[in-house]
């Protein structure tokens, strides 16, 4: 019981293509086997990544999380990897991993693998920050049928008033052999409940004060309130000199005497500095949060010549989810197919597969709450009704609290019981009545470029990879060489990115590697180099290096300290590159110059704003147009020093590591504003690469006690940092989003 007693020790790791001891990996190596996956305490495996060192979970709803390692963590992970069985889970359009929504049945989970830190090196772009390997059961060996049902309570003691939901899982398996040469297995399972709802309800603009709410603040913008976004800030006292000329000019007062100035400036200074925006709808009454996944899997196997084995697999996935980015998004029904075909042997494999997504009913929750109210009234209405209302009380002499509940009265006509103030004219509508179905479900359902919110992506990738271990053939040291090749279709029908309806956008992309190790001193030192090469059709070619030397110590060899020096690259994600969605206040645009172009940059200059705000800060001019620097891949070199080993009698295990990361051309978020400051200024998100560097570092320590046969006391603690970054640019944000310190005790 040795494999399951220590963790990791004797036990095979898959992350190398050449399997070898985890204890005597080169990088750290995080794994749950199958005994941590049965034992562990969470709902699903998935959140059982929870317990590994080093790792961040980023929760976006109950389906939707995906997990990081060594900071930068944004709405999306576009620095790790996520592989289950040699197929890359990220939907080719998405551009990351969605968790596992779309990924493996809990029944049918042999083992996962986390390789901590960069590993382009073998797995090609996107290994920035680590790749997530999930494994399998294998139908020759686990046979028979496996059902379970899983069953629980939502939504307990949460904030918001609309109590407990409960919650049901079913997973299957069922595989069978014949005769050890054909195989198959089928697995599916359906996820039903309902969602966490987002239930903030502060200012986003006072988050300190909770008392700060619509009833009260004009200008209230509530965190998960929707349609109150600010999007051109209207100041009541920038309106008071047009107010209060007209006021003047309707007494009979000439302009230019110092009658109408003195009243023009008695009125002015009735006019408080307020921002008001306007009444919006809560994210419960915008988003489905009735969440629904469903699976389904096979795969036929059939083995030849004692050695090789040939096998095809098919999977599909659909669900409903709640997403951040931009905005929130609601999936709706997103679905994504994978189809594969496999030929291996203990030297080689060769693999192909398939992967299409469908974004099904998804739409802009935040953007449709911003055209909902643009429907039923525009805002030059709106405003006009709110600024004459509030006037009228305010030079009746009202105080200004009761000026401004009148006004937003007129403005939405209806007062807060949801009664009409006037039945001639249109009114705010109310979530759950027909009016307001009929103006939500034309703008949901209705494409981005045509002036709705609906997302549509259909896009697909095709890969083609093989490897071959000469380790048999070549016995002076352990040979490994592999090829990789990939073509992408971008279809968003140009709701999305800058592909048009029926002319999607192909992308190819290849790449090669090999791997040379030596054992020395009888196999107590041991010395591996990589090297990898990528070229992608938007960017130039990059070689990305790898080297690193174990050293065992002891007389069974079982302390290990290792160290390595590694290169790690990834191309900018097809979002990154190629997005050109507009959000209502602002446009978040890809970083190719072909994106650019579409709005004249950088022919027509562009400055940065002043901080992360791209609503409300503004833009800084003093210094002149920013220069973007060129568009490239975001390189990290990565030194990391470790150790890990048996101590007590092997009853404890201890594994430790200290890192140090350096990015060149980091990927980053950027802020602008073009023709700033006049009634023509644009405003942008758009990804840029750094012409800086950008530094993190950080270590971990974990242990494991056998206490006794039926009892293992683990624990691990890890620090993370972000380096100083020098004279950034304003509004550059690196998304670091982790904390410095995390513990975990099971």
Not at 27 to 40: A, C, H, N, P, Y
Not at 269 to 284: A, I, M, Y
Not at 566 to 593: E, K
Not at 712 to 719: A, E, Q, T
Request: charged letters at 20%; one cysteine or more.
């Amino acid at each position: 019981l040795e494999d399951q007693v220590y963790r990791g020790h004797q036990n095979e790791s898959q992350v190398a293509p050449n399997p070898e001891n985890i204890m005597k990996s080169p990088v750290t190596i995080e794994k749950l086997s199958g005994l941590d996956i049965q034992q562990t305490s969470t709902a699903n495996f998935f959140d059982g990544l929870y317990q590994l060192k080093g790792v961040d979970m980023n929760v976006h709803s109950l389906t939707f999380r995906y997990p990081n390692t060594r900071g930068f963590t944004g709405e999306a992970n576009m620095r790790m990897n996520q592989i289950i069985d040699g197929i890359e889970n990220i939907p080719p359009g998405l551009s990351f991993s969605a968790g596992n929504i779309f990924g493996v049945s809990q029944l049918d989970i042999d083992n996962v693998e986390l390789l901590v830190g960069a590993s382009s090196a073998l797995y090609g772009p996107g290994g920035v920050n680590g790749t997530l390997i999930m494994t399998t059961k294998d139908p020759y060996q686990y046979q028979g049928l496996s059902v379970s049902v899983q069953g629980g309570i939502m939504n307990l003691g949460a904030e918001h008033p609309y109590g407990s939901n409960p919650m049901g899982d079913f997973n299957f398996r069922y595989a069978k052999a014949f005769n050890n040469k054909l195989a198959f297995k089928i697995t599916g399972g359906y996820l039903m409940a309902t969602d966490w709802h987002a239930y903030d309800m502060r200012d986003r603009y006072n988050l300190e004060d909770p008392n700060s709410t619509r009833e009260n603040n004009p200008g209230y913008d509530g965190v998960n309130v929707y349609g109150d976004d600010i999007i051109v800030p209207v100041n009541l006292k920038d309106a008071a000199p047009r107010v209060a000329a007209g006021v003047a000019e309707a007494q009979g007062l000439t302009p230019g005497t110092p009658e109408y100035e003195a009243e023009v400036q008695r009125i002015v200074d009735l006019f408080p500095d307020q921002v008001v925006s306007r009444t919006g709808w809560q994210e419960k009454d915008l988003v489905d949060y009735n969440t629904r996944n469903m699976r389904v899997g096979g795969s036929l196997h059939y083995r030849f010549n004692n050695q090789f084995e040939a096998s095809v697999q098919g999977n599909f996935a659909r669900g409903n989810s709640v997403y951040t980015a931009q905005n929130r998004f609601s999936l709706r029904n997103f679905d994504i197919t994978n189809l594969k075909g496999e030929v291996k042997s203990p030297d080689f494999y060769i693999r192909a597969y398939y992967t299409i997504d469908n974004s099904g009913d998804t739409y802009d929750a935040g953007g449709a709450a911003l055209k909902l109210n643009e429907a039923w009234k525009s805002s030059e209405e709106w405003y006009t009704d709110y600024i004459g209302a509030f006037t009228q009380q305010l030079l009746t002499g009202n105080p200004e609290n009761t000026s401004h509940q009148f006004a937003r009265l007129v403005a939405d006509n209806r007062d807060l019981s949801g009664n009409i103030f006037d039945p001639a004219k249109p009114a705010l509508p109310l979530p759950g009545t027909e009016e307001f179905n009929n103006y939500y479900d034309q703008i949901i359902n209705t494409p981005v470029n045509q002036g709705g919110t609906k997302v549509i992506d259909k896009s697909s990738l095709l890969h083609i990879e093989g490897m071959y271990n000469f380790s048999r053939m070549v016995k002076v040291v352990e040979l490994i060489v592999g090829a990789s090749a990939r073509y992408y279709s971008i279809n968003s029908e140009g709701t999305v990115f800058i592909d048009k309806p029926g002319n999607p956008v192909h992308i190819d992309q290849y790449g090669a590697f090999t791997q040379i190790a030596k054992q020395l001193l009888h196999e107590r030192l041991k010395v591996t180099a990589s090297a990898r090469y990528d070229k992608n059709k938007f960017f130039e070619g990059r070689f990305t290096p790898r080297a690193s030397v174990v050293f065992s110590l002891g007389e069974d060899l079982s302390h290990h300290s290792r160290s390595s020096v590694q290169t790690a690259f990834r191309f900018p994600s097809i979002a990154d590159q190629m997005v050109n969605l507009d959000v209502g206040p602002y446009t978040v645009i890809g970083g190719l110059p072909e994106v650019h172009s579409l709005y004249d940059i950088p022919e027509n200059p562009v400055y940065p704003l002043s901080g992360r705000n791209p609503i409300t800060d503004e833009p800084v001019t003093e210094y002149g147009p920013i220069i973007i620097p060129q568009f490239r891949p975001e390189r990290v070199t990565a030194l990391e020093l470790g150790y890990k080993g048996l101590l007590l009698n092997k009853l404890l295990l201890v594994d430790t590591y200290v890192f140090g990361n350096k990015y060149n051309g980091f990927t980053a978020t950027q802020l602008l504003a073009q023709n700033p400051d006049t009634d023509n200024e644009r405003r942008f998100q758009t990804t840029i690469s750094t012409d800086f560097p950008v530094l993190s570092y950080g270590c971990a320590l974990g242990a494991e006690f056998r206490v006794s046969r039926a009892a293992l006391v683990r624990g691990n603690v890890s620090y993370n940092e972000l380096g100083e970054i020098k004279d950034p640019p304003p509004g550059f944000s690196p998304q670091f989003n982790t904390p410095r310190f995390k513990f975990n005790l099971g």
